[in-house]
């Protein structure tokens, strides 16, 4: 792939075949307490279109400032209170465009269960490689999946990974058991309150144990696919810790799977659908060209702008706010909804699927666990309820490993008013009842640029969320009848 120039007057600093340097680049994180000091920060973000690292609200702000234009910028905001959280960001950034140290070791001799793949980060190939790896090594249990093929051409490679138990045929069960027939076995390490539950549900099925083993042995049960979990990252270039945790992930289901009771439940149960990299084309960018990179790599009207942001470009209530019709923005909405090739694809896949439960979208950073809706901060999803809770159980399991906090709530009302993003189309349109956007580590020291020796602790925290959430969906689900 060609390298091309980077023109986004936020880094007007790299030619062809350099990697972009930020030589006194600073990351300031504004305190804003008031609509003035807002309008303030937004009037001169607009004029230098500087790199916004969170979204532009009453609270803190993090934003990225070129050196030539730390002297404006401080003084245009000098009644902000501010904070320098990175002072030179070249010391973050790799000299040269870093390449990954198992590119070019043979797939089949990797080792994954010493966990030091999850060292480093990793460019598009190889974690193209890890996902064949994983097909090639458990092809019973793996399946790689295509979503489609972004604007520069590469794959949207993702894994399927479903379990099932061996058939058993038993004298008193002459029903038709289906190889995606689930475990039944007892519930008896569950954190959901199982008082709470007996409450609630009294009806057809009863939760005295074995009835709902029994029940679930009547014949005449149709052959029914598992319900999906999707489970992706990397809308955002930059945010490499995404790809990173995702595989993790991945490796956990896999390795887990027979290995694990509480994972052979949920690999039986469901289907884990895991995509890595949704904007691979930009993410390669960010590897051989600009570190800095979010968007993807469309053209725009603007031929010196590339890159639409596929999280600006979802269409539910799309261009309604927070984002930018700037194509030279970082927060491009894209000229109309569904612009971004990326995010079209991955919706296009959702809606045929027809079966997906979950769906969660790992961004960075600022440690958040967010839920429908970020269009309109009053409105309430009618599943709030079981939303809400599944997600308090699953930061609170993150904590116990690292005891790293994420705050719980909705989009418009952690993060900011935030259209056209990925889980309010999930939600809103597909029907995706558990749908979350989670902003991953840190909360600002490293942003982006988070270091590799996180990786580990990261991966295992958010494992840990995503292990205790798959198990409440388990069980609420079946108590609301929507799971075999
Ligand atoms: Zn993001």
Known sequence: MA????????????????????????VLRMELSSPEQLKQLEAIVEEHNLDLWSNLRIGNVDVRVPSDKLEAFKAATSTIPSTVMIPNLQDLVPEHAPASLLHTKQQNNWNFTDNSFWHNYHDFETLNNFTEAMVQQYPDLVKRISIGHTYEGREIFGMSIHGFKPKKKKKADLSDHHSWDVDEEEDDDEEVDMEEKNKKFTSWRSWIPGHARRMAKKPSKPKKHPKAIIIHAGQHAREWIGPAVVTYIAKELILGYRNNKKITRLVNQFEFVIVPLLNADGYVYTW?????????????????????????????MWNTGGGSSNPCSEGYTGPEAFAAHEAKMMADYISKRKNVIAYLDFHAYAQLWMSPFGEDCSKIPRDDEDIVEASMGAVKALQNVNGKKFTVGSICNVFERTTGNSIDWTYGVANVKYSYFVELRDTGLYGFLLPESEILPSSEETMAAVTYLSNFIRIREKQWGNLD
Request: with cysteine; charged share 30%.
């Open 3 to 26: 390298r091309r120039p980077q023109h986004n007057s936020n880094s007007d600093n790299d030619d062809i075949g350099t990697y972009a340097r930020f030589d006194g680049e600073q």
């Open 288 to 316: 051989e060209t600009n570190r800095m990179w979010r968007k993807n790599r469309q053209p725009t009207s603007i031929p010196l702008c590339p890159g639409v942001d596929p999280n600006r470009s979802w269409g539910y």
